[in-house]
């Protein structure tokens, strides 16, 4: 029986490889992954496969809660009430959906900072870098669209808001906002749209650019750690010689790091499962702020006056932020330099720096304003710009 | 052809795959329960004896059709699916039977089967006397 | 400053011949014993004080004016008495003339010597004999305030002369000639002398606690009199104080207001019946219904009430257990009665448990998400019960409130069952270090992979 089982099962391959030629296709295919990485290639380099783990993750849960959730606002709310308390697991398959997003964006966060410090996003990988950037954007926009779609207290008032930011652009600002929200608020046509947006467009979108991403990782290689002059002279054959095989030495870390990284995630939603809340009504309920991401963002459009030379401040904010989105998107052709090891871009370095340390007090300034903290004995109270009352 | 497996590395990659395939199981496991439907607890409808027509009274359980029929030994709740194909029957007045639109199946007031291909007789329902109304229970 | 230099412009004008004294010599005399000496004639009636001629001095081309119209007078003594006359333009007395009430009070209607009835002898409360004067004050209110005619036209009782004589109060003040009682013009701030009506009015039930405290909670006062100088305070902190909007009594609520007294011990249970009613129901028809107590002290006797188990201006529930806090007051230490009591405390305390537990978990399925109106309906039925439970505590029978207790007790365990189902407790998360294991498992198998690759053979 076994034999001629598995006899059957050759002839269906030899059928098959008449007709597909996979046979050889496989042959290349592993040929083209067991080229060697770079030799100082290391455990840094797993957080954008780890990314990837998680991405299948959060589409396996996404689809798993779309069997259950009803996107209408009569609906919506109580369609995740549902999924839980009475669906088996669902608590947990919703709580691993929503921290993905936490996870996804740290990852991918991470991901981006260890690209550049050893200058991966410089020749001939700066599309490379455009594509992961514009994927940081979708993934950032998938959470945003999301969050709306329990349509509870939170996410409802999280929607308004966001929109409201997308109205002010100046130009394109109003009609983006009425393509997005379907109308003046937000309302049954926004959920639709964010739906549609969240489990359909954005996706199909990442997809394509992912691939795209992941074809000119494999073509180009991973970037070694010398300038573009040296690859360019030396080739990056040469420079990735004693380098380990990307199949099967260098993935067996990335599926370390993937495995270990899906476990924290299912103990995390596990343990602190995401509370629903109250359906949205008309009123806001105090503490409306953004996820942690959002949270700079949100900090640094208070700091604007209201009015600059008769022009609303924060569109002059927006524009800044478009401005600072778009040099991130567009780095490689800011960074210039020759240069990928960072010892020799301490400019370059100290400008990120700066940047991220802007980030990241903005970040707190933003979880602190109107809010409170108990340290030391002492109780301090926050004002909305973040200073102690 | 696959060598059989007798050294160590041949053993670490057949753990290796059994691993991966629990893992995968697993999570499907998980994913594949919240799949599932969820089994409702039994629901009650009243029926208000004011909405008698023909001697029948129409209503809607937890999304099925459901009647309290009124048969000379006393009032009757059924549930309006079909046993065959789940269409909904229809109450004949005149013949007193109930009649699925869909293969030609007949149930008389009782519920039995009297032709055609449905399977079963007419579900019946708990029925409650609550004053001027009954609540149907399924 | 201002009223200093008037002063001296009239006195130099003063002095200057004067002939309406000719005729009007009564009324001279009366103004020059009056604070108002300084003043002349023409001062407040115009015309000419010089003219020898009658019809010359009562010239109206002189602008002469006999006797000034009431809406007129307060505008006059309003050029030196700014502050009183101001707030008087907010009485009611001032709207009364204003509306064309003949019967309006006036500056004058109160502040001439009353053996006098004219305008001319003016005189402010200070003047002992004065009708503004502190023991002749509520005699002056009533002229008007007890005439049926005059309060008829603008609808207002006329009783609260006679209720204040009745009074504590008022006998101190119109008998005892004692000083320290309040008389009308103490609680109706005199010139403005808003309706209890009105929000600003000291005596609007939200400030009798600050009017009532200025005496009696001064404990030097209050000591002298031998009353309890913490009364307003202890008020201030009952719940009576907190729901004044939801027609909670104030001091006058139980007290009265003209008619101010202590409460007859007989009276009492009728006085907080009228909306503690289940209590006073229970009350009545059980064992304390008809028993009388007698204050060993003093030896009077009445029924027992409500302020035996409840302070009186506190009006707190005693503390549990109430055997040992409100029962041992009358019965032994160790009567049946108190261990009754205290089981009763026990049963409310139980009763008060499940439904804080109740609505706990209530509000946890809220934050979840599940609105549930059924289960709200049927908590707000167990909190009106167990609300009533409290009054049946104060029939004392000890079999009903078990009773009614098992059967609340037995609907709170069916609704919590009903919650629990939306509020699922602790998550089972016995398997999250069952998948941790496996996940090293997993890493481990391949560091051992990888180390096969590295090694020689590996390669």
Known sequence: MGDHGLSLLGALADALDRRLGWRERRARAIADLSRPVPPHVGWAYTLGSTALALLVLQIATGIALALHYQPTPEAAHASVAHIQDRVRLGWLVRSAHAWGAHFLVALLLAHAARVFLTGGHKKPRELTWVLGAKLLFITLALAFTGQLLPWSELSYWGAVVGLEQVRITPAVGPAAGDLLAGGPGVGPATLTRFYVLHILLLPALAAALLAAHLALVRRLGIAPLASTAEEDAQGHDALCAGGDPYVPHHILKEAAVAIVAAAALVTAAALWPPELGARAGRTTPPGIRPEWYFLAVYQYLKYWPSTIFGVPGEKFAVCLLIAATTAFAALPFLDRSPERRPARRKLALAVAGCFLFAWTALTLLGSLSENELSLFGHHWRFDTYGRPK | MPEPFTNRRDFLNLALGAWAAAAAGGVAGVLGASALPVHEPPQTVKVQKSDLKDGIALAELGGSPVAVLVTPAGPVAFSLSCTHARCTVRWDPAARGFACPCHGGKFDAEGRVLAGPPPAPLRRLDLKDAGDAWEITG | ?459
């Open chain 3, 1 to 459: 400053m201002k009223r200093l230099l008037l002063l001296a412009a009239l006195a130099s004008t003063a002095s200057a011949e004067n002939r309406c004294v000719d005729c009007h010599e009564p009324q001279q005399k009366l103004l020059a014993d009056s604070a108002h000496l300084v003043f002349g004639c023409a001062d407040c009636h115009n015309g000419r004080e010089e003219a020898e001629d009658m019809d010359a001095a009562h010239s109206p081309a002189a602008d002469f004016v006999g006797r000034p119209a009431p809406s007129d007078l307060a505008r006059m003594c309003a050029s030196c008495h700014e502050k009183e006359t101001k707030a008087f333009e907010l009485s009611p007395h001032a709207a009364a003339t204003r509306r064309g009430d003949p019967g309006g009070a006036t500056c004058i209607s109160c502040h001439t010597l009353a053996a006098t009835p004219t305008a001319h002898a003016i005189a402010d409360c200070g003047d002992e004999g004065a009708p503004s004067g502190r023991f002749q004050v509520a005699a002056t209110c009533a002229r008007c305030h007890s005439d049926a005619e005059a309060m008829k036209r603008s609808g207002l009782r006329i009783d609260q002369f006679a209720q204040y004589r009745a009074s504590a109060h008022g006998y101190n003040v119109l008998e005892e000639k004692e000083g320290d009682a309040a008389t009308c013009a103490d609680c109706h701030s005199p010139h403005e002398a808003p309706s209890a009506r009105d929000p600003r009015s000291e005596t609007h039930p939200r400030n009798q606690a600050h009017l009532c405290g200025a005496c009696h909670g001064d404990v030097k006062l209050m000591t002298e009199h031998g009353k309890d100088p913490g009364v307003v305070a202890k008020w201030q902190a009952s719940a009576h104080a907190r729901n004044l909007d939801l027609g909670a009594p104030s001091c006058a609520g139980c007290h009265g207001a003209h008619y101010s007294h202590v409460p007859e011990p007989a009276a009492i249970r009728e006085s907080c019946g009228r909306c503690h009613e289940g209590p006073a129901r229970e009350l009545a028809a059980g064992p304390h219904g008809p028993a009388v107590h007698t204050d060993p002290a003093t030896l009077a006797s009445a029924p027992v009430h409500c302020a035996h188990c409840h302070d009186a201006h506190g009006g707190a529930k005693p503390l549990p257990p109430y055997g040992a806090t409100a029962c041992a007051a009358c019965h032994a230490a160790d009567s049946h009665e108190i261990a009754e009591g205290n089981a009763m405390s026990d049963l409310s305390a139980a009763l008060h448990t499940d439904l804080v537990a109740l609505h706990q978990k209530l509000e946890e399925a809220r934050r979840r998400g599940h609105d549930l109106p059924s289960c709200r309906e049927t908590l707000s039925a167990l909190d009106a019960r167990t609300h009533d439970f409290a009054s049946l505590v104060h029939g004392v029978s000890p079999a009903k409130c078990a009773a009614e207790r098992e059967a609340v007790g037995k609907e709170s365990k069916a609704l919590m069952g009903r919650l629990s189902e939306f509020t699922p407790g602790e998550r089972r998360l016995w398997w999250v270090p069952v998948m941790w294991v496996f996940v090293f498992l997993g890493v481990g198998l391949l560091f051992l992979k990888a180390r096969k690759l590295k090694s020689p053979q590996g390669r």
